[in-house]
C-alpha cells in the first residue's frame, strides 16, 4: 500500500469518530524550538555585550571618527546606488519577457535569471581582469594609440558589478508578480481610454509594487552583506573594513563597525515593514487572465538589444575570461597555488555538514510555525531569519568573540565554521520545510492520534514523508549557497584548512588569475544547481 494510500485509509477510518487529537504543538516542541532559536543568535548577543563592556567615550570615538563616518556614508550610497539601478534593470526586463512579443522570450527570461549563479566575487574578478589597468580592454586599445582606460575600482565599479550580479532578484520577484496579475483590470482600464503608460502607472504597478519591493529588498540585503565585491573593486564600505580591522587585531573597532552594520540591516527590514503594512486592500488575482501582448513594433530591435548587452556583460564576459584564464593558466605556479581535490571536499563536506543539520533544526522550528497556534508559535521562525539578515562578516566576527572567551579549544574549528553556516542560511531550509508542511492535510495527523499513534510517531508516518520533497529542496539551497559563502569561511577556518572560495582569493590575492580558473568554472557550475531549483518552482 502506498504511503498516500494509507494516509487515506487513516482518514476514512477516522471520519465520524470523535477525536480528542489536537493539532497544537506540543509544549516541549515550543521550548526546544526557542531554545534552538536563541542559541542561532547568541553570536550577535555576545556581540553587543562585548561592545557594551568598551568604555562610553571610546564607543563615542569610534562611532564619531573618520572611518564610521566614512563607511557608513559609503555604505549607504553603495546600497542605494545598487538597488536601484537593479530596479531599473530588473523590471523592464521582466515587463518584455512577460507581457510582450519579444523574440525568444524563453530564452531571454533563462539568460535574465542566470545571472544568479555567478558569484559577485568571482564577477568582480572577471571585470578587473577585462577592464582593469592591465585588463584585456587595455591590450587591445594599446595597438590604436590608447595608453589608458577609465579606472574599473571604486564605486562606480562596485555598482556595475553588484548590479549585473544582483538585478535577478528583481527580475524574478517581479516576473512572478506579473505571472499571477489578472490582465481583466488593465484591460478595463484601455477600454476607459487609458493608454499603455496610463494603465500601467495606475493599475500595473501598484500591483507588481510588493514584487519589486520584496527584489529590492533582497537586492539591498545581499548588497549591504557583500565582502568581495566590495574589497576587489577596492571601495571601503562596512564589511571589507571589519575584515581589515579583524585581521589587524583591532577588535574594538570592528566590534562597532559591525553593530553599526547590524543597525543598517535592521533599517533596511524596517523600511520593508512599512511598505508591507501599506499593502492591506491590494487587488488580489482571483484567476490566470493575463493581459494582452504589448507590440514592441519598432521597438522590437532595442529591446533585444538591450536583453543582448545584459546577458553578455553577466554571463559571456565572466565565462570568456574564466576560459581565458584555463587556457592561459600556467602550470610552473608554485606548490602552494596548485588546485587539488582537497579544497573540493573540503567544501562539499562543510556545506554538507551545514545542509544536515539546518534540516534537523529547520524541521521542528517550520513545524511549529505551521501548526502551531500560540503566540510564540511564529518567534522562533522569526529569529531564526535574524542570521539571514546579518552579513556574514559579522557572524565570523561575533563567532571569533564567542570562541576565544567561552570556548577557546574550538578558536578557528570546523565546528564553529559549520555553525556560522547553520546561523547564516538556516532560513533557506526553515521555509521550504514550512511551506511543504503548510501543504500536508491536518486531517492525516488527527485520523493517526485518533488511531493510537503517538505524536511523534504520528509525525513519522504520516507528516515526514510527505514533506519529504521540501526538506531536500532546502537542503540543496543551504549546501550550494555554503560552497559560496566567502567572508566567513575565511575568518573562521581553521589555519591551512582550504576550501575552493579561500583557495579562490588565496590565488587572486597572489595574482595567479590562471590557477582560479577552474575552481571558479566549478563554483559556477555547482550555483548553476540552484537556478534549476527556481525555475522549477516558476513552472510549478
Keep these: 500500500m502506498s504511503a498516500s494510500d494509507r494516509f487515506e485509509q487513516l482518514r ?59 563607511v557608513t556614508i559609503n555604505t549607504l550610497v553603495l546600497v542605494t546606488a545598487v538597488t536601484g539601478v537593479s530596479i531599473l534593470v530588473g523590471v523592464p526586463l521582466a515587463i518584455l519577457t512577460v507581457q510582450t512579443d519579444l523574440p525568444f522570450r524563453r530564452f531571454w527570461t533563462v539568460t535574465s535569471a542566470l545571472p544568479l549563479v555567478v558569484p559577485s566575487y568571482i564577477g568582480a574578478f572577471a571585470f578587473v ?120 587585531r583591532n577588535l574594538d573597532s570592528a566590534a562597532v563597525l559591525s553593530i553599526l552594520l547590524l543597525v543598517m540591516a535592521m533599517g533596511i527590514l524596517g523600511v520593508e515593514s512599512r511598505i508591507s503594512a501599506g499593502r492591506d ?18 521597438w522590437k530591435l532595442p529591446a533585444t538589444l538591450f536583453c543582448a548587452a545584459i546577458a553578455t556583460l553577466c554571463l559571456a564576459l565572466p565565462i570568456g575570461i574564466l576560459t581565458q584564464w584555463l587556457l592561459r593558466s600556467e602550470s610552473t605556479a608554485p606548490g602552494q597555488f596548485t588546485f587539488g581535490l582537497t ?28 501548526r502551531g497556534d500560540s503566540g510564540l508559535s511564529s518567534l522562533p521562525e ?34 564553529v565554521l559549520v555553525f556560522a553556516y547553520v546561523v547564516r542560511f538556516l532560513p533557506q531550509a526553515v521555509g521550504t520545510t514550512e511551506s511543504s508542511i503548510l501543504q500536508v492535510d491536518p486531517s492525516y495527523i488527527e485520523a493517526a492520534r485518533s488511531l493510537g499513534y503517538a505524536p511523534l510517531s504520528a509525525f513519522r508516518e504520516v507528516v515526514l514523508p510527505l514533506v519529504a520533497p521540501g526538506i531536500a529542496a532546502g537542503a540543496a539551497l543551504v549546501f550550494l549557497t555554503t560552497m559560496k559563502e566567502l567572508p566567513a569561511t575565511l575568518m573562521l577556518r581553521p589555519t591551512g584548512f582550504e576550501t575552493i572560495v579561500t583557495y579562490i582569493w588565496l590565488v587572486r590575492g597572489a595574482a595567479y588569475q590562471g590557477q582560479a580558473a577552474v575552481p571558479a568554472l566549478i563554483l559556477v557550475g555547482v550555483s548553476g544547481l540552484s537556478m534549476l531549483v527556481i525555475l522549477r518552482q516558476e513552472r510549478r
Design 129 to 248: 581582469s577585462a577592464f582593469g589597468p592591465r585588463g584585456e580592454l587595455a591590450d587591445l586599445l594599446a595597438p590604436f594609440g590608447v595608453e589608458q582606460i577609465p579606472p574599473i575600482f571604486g564605486l562606480h565599479g562596485t555598482v556595475l558589478v553588484l548590479t549585473l550580479f544582483t538585478y535577478p532578484y528583481v527580475f524574478l520577484t517581479t516576473r512572478a508578480s506579473l505571472l499571477s496579475f489578472d490582465g481583466t483590470v488593465v484591460e478595463a482600464a484601455r477600454t476607459l481610454n487609458h493608454t499603455r503608460w496610463e494603465a500601467f502607472k495606475r493599475v500595473t504597478f501598484p500591483q507588481i509594487a510588493p514584487g519589486i519591493a520584496a527584489g529590492a529588498l533582497l537586492v539591498a540585503l545581499y548588497t549591504l552583506s557583500d565582502f568581495g565585491t566590495p574589497a576587489i573593486m577596492q571601495y571601503d564600505v562596512f564589511t571589507r573594513m571589519i575584515f581589515t580591522e579583524q585581521q589587524a
Design 12 to 70: 476514512e477510518q477516522a471520519n465520524g469518530t470523535a477525536s480528542d487529537a489536537s493539532s497544537q504543538a506540543p509544549p516541549v516542541l515550543t521550548v526546544v524550538t526557542i531554545a534552538l532559536s536563541l542559541l542561532l543568535v547568541s553570536p550577535l548577543v555576545w556581540l553587543a555585550i562585548h561592545a557594551s563592556e568598551m568604555p562610553t567615550h571610546r564607543i563615542v570615538a569610534l562611532v564619531t571618527g573618520e572611518t564610521a563616518i566614512g
Design 382 to 415: 522569526r529569529i531564526s531569519y535574524v542570521g539571514y539578515a546579518v552579513p556574514g562578516v559579522v557572524i565570523g566576527l561575533s563567532l571569533i568573540y564567542l570562541a576565544l572567551r567561552f570556548v577557546p579549544f574550538l578558536y578557528q574549528s570546523v565546528i
Design 281 to 298: 486592500g491590494a487587488y488580489v488575482s482571483s484567476g490566470d487572465r493575463r493581459p494582452g501582448t504589448i507590440r514592441l513594433g519598432y
Design 343 to 370: 579544497p573540493i571536499l573540503n567544501s562539499v563536506g562543510l556545506a554538507a555538514a551545514a545542509a544536515a543539520i539546518c534540516v534537523v533544526v529547520a524541521l521542528p522550528i517550520a513545524y511549529l510555525a505551521a
